[in-house]
């Protein structure tokens, strides 16, 4: 790849909050390139001409570049690795944008992060039993639904610790509240969810609580 689209890639990169579409293999193809460069520099004869001169240039600036273009992508990554955990859904268009070391490093960092903040922070929440028509999440493999895991007992998370009964008012897609649990909303659903996903979800008009027509 040319150092010119390279830090044509780079300007477009910070010039956004948000992930922009890079070609798939920009780093193994540059690195490739540097290796070649520095192949060249070894190769040659004389270390002070200038042609060895303008080729430790040309890959002193494609390296400096490429850990720009590296270093701006991870802060944006590591960005919504915290907001998702916040409780903020993650947009499918980010995801797309993401190379596979990317979402490598965004899946680790925030599995990291949960299991951490469940060793920190998470504690067992006292239990109520579940009542008519209300929904209950179980963790099953990877996932939750609404459906009891077999000899599970009917009990929620006691709505004040840490959790909001509420109604769901539009449909939206899954995703993994602070608890690690993955959520499955449809519309006029009773959840339970923990307190901070509930905060969130209901700015969006997504959910109401059923105590008021406010979060607390």
Same mark, same amino acid.
């Given at each position: 790849m040319h150092l010119e689209e390279l830090r044509t890639i780079l300007l477009s990169e910070r010039e956004t909050g948000r992930l922009t579409s890079i070609p798939p293999d920009i780093f193994e193809t540059t690195k490739t390139e540097l290796e070649e460069l520095t192949s060249d520099v070894h190769a040659n004869e004389d270390p002070f001409? %200038?042609? !060895?001169?303008?080729l430790i240039e040309r890959a002193s600036s494609i390296r400096e570049t490429l850990q720009d273009l590296f270093r701006t992508r991870a802060e944006k990554i =590591?960005?919504?690795? @915290? +907001?998702?955990? %916040?409780?903020?859904? =993650?947009?499918? %268009?980010?995801?797309?944008?993401? =190379?596979?070391a990317e979402r490598e490093m965004f899946d680790t960092v925030t599995g990291a992060i949960q299991k951490?903040?469940?060793?920190?922070?998470? !504690?067992?929440?006292?239990?109520?039993?579940?009542?008519?028509g209300v929904k209950e999440f179980t963790t099953t493999g990877n996932e939750s639904t609404g459906e009891q895991a077999p000899g599970a007992s009917e009990t929620i998370p006691l709505p004040g610790q840490g959790y909001i009964l509420a109604r769901v008012l539009d449909t939206m897609e899954p995703f993994?509240?602070? %608890? +690690?649990?993955?959520y499955h909303l449809m519309k006029e659903d009773?959840? !339970?969810?923990?307190r901070r996903n509930a905060e969130v979800l209901n700015e969006r008009n997504i959910v109401l609580s059923v105590? @008021?027509? !406010?979060i607390p």
């Open positions: 001409s %200038d042609r !060895t001169r303008v =590591l960005t919504l690795s @915290s +907001g998702y955990i %916040d409780g903020h859904p =993650l947009e499918k %268009d980010e995801i797309k944008k993401m =190379l596979p951490n903040r469940e060793i920190c922070i998470i !504690t067992r929440h006292d239990q109520i039993s579940i009542a008519p993994m509240g602070v %608890d +690690g649990r993955i009773i959840v !339970t969810l923990p105590n @008021s027509s !406010t």
